[in-house]
């Protein structure tokens, strides 16, 4: 199954590189040298080195060859063939390969990291790179549980560090085009978003027993800050999406991407609570995160969203439900890569109740105004596949492009870690309340912190296993 990135059908479009990226708006401050590792010529490549060539891994090699003013020097994976078939596609032969990513970080020249392994690796190697003096790109979801967002913050601020999240379609023409159209108002009161994520893969993907991790595959280091658990082929490559330990399954996974769309186009900040439900019903696999699961957010400005995730039912007859849906009181839009805004009908709302007579002086009073839309029409955006909303853009190549011209201009980027830190805690805080048996937990978006619920505050952080644990406080500078 494909995560969540398609390429676009068609024609890929024109990436430009520039012939010159000039250093813009660089302020004094931001060119310190304890802010910028090494000041880059305005001519010179950018060295990055990536952790992770999977899926995803694997397409960020493809799209970063393509810019003229990056050069790919290292890639590190545990998985000894992957590394060697990441080197042959990088077809640079002063590329290094790496097993341990903290050798890869030793290597000075180096100034930006991309982090494609599995999600519960993202936090800590994106806190050592900028201990490091590295500018990071980590791929969505950024946590697996609230508090490492926090110390990302915390580190790429400490550091000063340019961190990129893989949220990439918020770059979507439609996505930037939807944002107006909320900003203007047009839509009325928007007091409910409708967000979903349908697909069949019933019956899963089987079990896998307990057995010999691959010679080639180093399994501690796969799991790294993860508790020791025996080696099954579904925890490791790919399939760790369906473990706990590794993932917040489709919550986090593809409700990253749709849930920073809305925190982005509504201008969000956080919940102020959220309840969710379900479970694994369905699936007959070794896999445990849910495969139906529902979740409702209150936020601050009075609307709710409501995200639907079901993993065995595609829900095939109404392809329409897909994407988000933002219901305003004059609107409603539509958004799935491009978007759509189709209006409501003004009416008389006695009109709508049924007709009855016999009611007390002070009763309704029936009018023969006839429904005329509150507002006009329109649509805008580049049309999308429906599906994951990516359009025929590309939006991974544009999320790409900005990281590396924000390594050189220090701007921060359209998806920052303070933004990918957010999305996190809506994500995590559902997950929550959905292991806490569906109760309601309350969420201070200003103070970051539980309200009120000390059990749900608790499961906010994790321990990391040793030595992990000394590598996350010496980077925090707590140790
Ligand atoms: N932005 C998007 O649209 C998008 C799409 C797909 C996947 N992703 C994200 O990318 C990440 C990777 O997903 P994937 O499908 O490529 O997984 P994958 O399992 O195919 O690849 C991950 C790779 O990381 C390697 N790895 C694990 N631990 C490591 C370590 N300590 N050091 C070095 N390498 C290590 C694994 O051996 C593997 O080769 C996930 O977090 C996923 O959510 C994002």
Not at 185 to 204: E, F, Q
Request: aromatic share 8%.
């Amino acid at each position: 199954m494909q995560d969540s990135y398609n390429p676009p059908s068609g024609s890929t479009p024109e990436r430009k590189t520039p012939r010159r990226i000039f250093l813009r708006e660089v302020g004094a401050a931001a060119m310190t040298a304890a802010s910028y590792s090494r000041v880059l010529g305005a001519n010179e490549r950018v060295n990055i080195g990536v952790i992770g060539y999977g899926l995803i891994g694997k397409q960020h090699i493809v799209d970063l060859k393509k810019f003229e003013d990056v050069n790919l020097v290292g890639l590190c994976d545990v998985y000894k063939p992957r590394v060697e078939e990441g080197l042959a596609l990088i077809g640079n032969p002063a590329a290094k390969g790496y097993s341990d990513f903290r050798k890869m970080y030793d290597n000075k020249d180096i100034q930006g990291i991309l982090v494609a392994t599995p999600d519960h690796w993202h936090a800590l190697m994106t806190i050592m790179a900028c201990q490091a003096g590295k500018d990071v790109y980590v791929e969505k979801p950024l946590t697996i549980f609230i508090d490492e967002g926090k110390w990302m913050v915390q580190a790429a601020q400490k550091y000063n560090r340019i961190v990129v999240v893989g949220t990439q379609r918020r770059h979507g023409k439609g996505v930037g085009e939807a944002r107006k159209v909320v900003e203007s108002g047009v839509l009325g009161k928007i007091h409910s978003i409708r967000i979903a994520s349908y697909r069949n893969i019933y019956p899963g993907f089987g079990k896998t027993p307990v057995a010999q991790p691959p010679a080639d595959l180093d399994y501690d280091l796969w799991l790294g800050p993860a508790e020791k658990k025996p080696y099954t082929a579904h925890r490791a490559l790919y399939h760790f999406r369906w473990f706990w330990d590794y993932s917040g399954g489709q919550m986090t996974n593809l409700g990253a991407h749709t849930i920073d769309q809305v925190l982005y186009i509504m201008k969000a900040k956080g919940p102020t609570s959220v309840v969710s439900m379900g479970g694994r019903l369905a699936m007959e696999d070794d896999g445990e995160v849910p495969d139906t699961q529902d979740a409702i957010w209150t936020f601050p400005g009075g609307w709710i969203m409501n995200y639907a995730i079901r993993e065995a039912n595609a829900m095939r007859g109404d392809a329409a439900s897909r994407g988000q849906a933002y219901f305003g009181t004059k609107g409603t839009m539509i958004l799935a890569g491009g978007y759509q805004v189709v209006p409501e009908n003004k009416i008389d709302p006695v009109n709508d109740i049924p007709k009855f007579s016999g009611h007390p002086v002070g009763g309704p009073v029936y009018t023969d105004t006839q429904p005329t839309p509150w507002i006009q029409a329109s649509k805008g955006g580049v049309e999308s596949d429906a599906r994951y909303g990516t359009g025929g853009e590309d939006t991974m190549a544009m999320n790409e492009r900005n990281w590396i011209d924000c390594i050189r201009s220090r701007q921060q980027p359209l998806c920052g870690i303070e933004e990918g830190h957010r999305v996190a805690v809506c994500c995590n805080l559902a997950n929550l309340s959905l292991r806490l048996g569906g109760r309601q937990i309350r969420w201070d978006p200003d103070k970051e912190q539980v309200i009120g619920d000390k059990e749900a505050a608790a499961m906010c952080t994790k321990p990391y296993r040793a030595p992990w644990d000394a590598a996350l406080k010496s980077a925090l500078g707590k140790a």
